[in-house]
T-cell receptor
Framework: DAGITQSPRHKVTETGTPVTLRCHQTENHRYMYWYRQDPGHGLRLIHYSYGVKDTDKGEVSDGYSVSRSKTEDFLLTLESATSSQTSVYFC??????????????FGQGTRLTVV | AQSVTQPDIHITVSEGASLELRCNYSYGATPYLFWYVQSPGQGLQLLLKYFSGDTLVQGIKGFEAEFKRSQSSFNLRKPSVHWSDAAEYFCAVGARNAGNMLTFGGGTRLMVKP
């Protein structure tokens, strides 16, 4: 398995509180991604990073921010959690631009519940 | 922008029967296409991928998929399903010039009857 660790694995938080999810990799891969998984929607991209301090928005970025100060860590922050952000969050990594020799590896997921 | 549709939300097959999971994509150029499997409580595991060349792609666990450009499809098949194949399956399309991003379909949950 690729060296990807998500923390925490489970979290329950109250509406309006800030929450930070961490993705840590030991593969030295350039690209890192945050997805959320919701029934019927599959996985949707929130934000991604293509290098240290280089990030960009994905399909569902509203209400989320990210930071990448080191190659190995990619943080996802919910500034003020809402119930609509209850979801399972997946981190993924890839070494380079997609090719026949490249694939994206996924972490185990973080289940976040906002009450 | 690319998109992926998996028309079947749930599929139930008997163990030993053949399986085909449907995937249709929309993309303005030649796509990168993937199938992932997610077992309960786990992350996603890559089954197979298509980039170019032979349109019939072999993957792990006895799965294969066929890219049909004329139908914008990339259906996943397995000749004989095992109980351990029960999982959720996701088709995804990759954007060649957008930071390796993947766009996923909504998923198909496969149940296997004994």
């Amino acid at each position: 398995d690729a060296g990807i660790t998500q923390s925490p694995r489970h979290k329950v938080t109250e509406t309006g509180t800030p929450v930070t999810l961490r993705c840590h990799q030991t593969e030295n891969h350039r690209y890192m991604y945050w997805y959320r998984q919701d029934p019927g929607h599959g996985l949707r991209l929130i934000h991604y990073s293509y290098g240290v301090k280089d990030t960009d928005k994905g399909e569902v970025s509203d209400g989320y921010s990210v930071s990448r100060s080191k190659t190995e860590d990619f943080l996802l922050t919910l500034e003020s959690a809402t119930s609509s952000q209850t979801s399972v969050y997946f981190c993924a990594i890839s070494a380079k631009q997609l090719s026949v020799n490249t694939e994206a590896f996924f972490g185990q997921g973080t289940r976040l519940t906002v009450v | 922008a690319q998109s992926v549709t998996q028309p079947d939300i749930h599929i139930t097959v008997s163990e030993g029967a053949s399986l085909e999971l449907r995937c249709n994509y929309s993309y303005g150029a030649t796509p990168y296409l993937f199938w992932y499997v997610q077992s309960p409580g786990q992350g996603l595991q890559l089954l197979l991928k298509y980039f170019s060349g032979d349109t019939l792609v072999q993957g792990i666990k006895g799965f294969e998929a066929e890219f049909k450009r004329s139908q914008s499809s990339f259906n996943l098949r397995k000749p004989s399903v095992h109980w351990s194949d029960a999982a959720e399956y996701f088709c995804a399309v990759g954007a060649r010039n957008a930071g390796n991003m993947l766009t996923f379909g909504g998923g198909t949950r496969l149940m296997v009857k004994p």
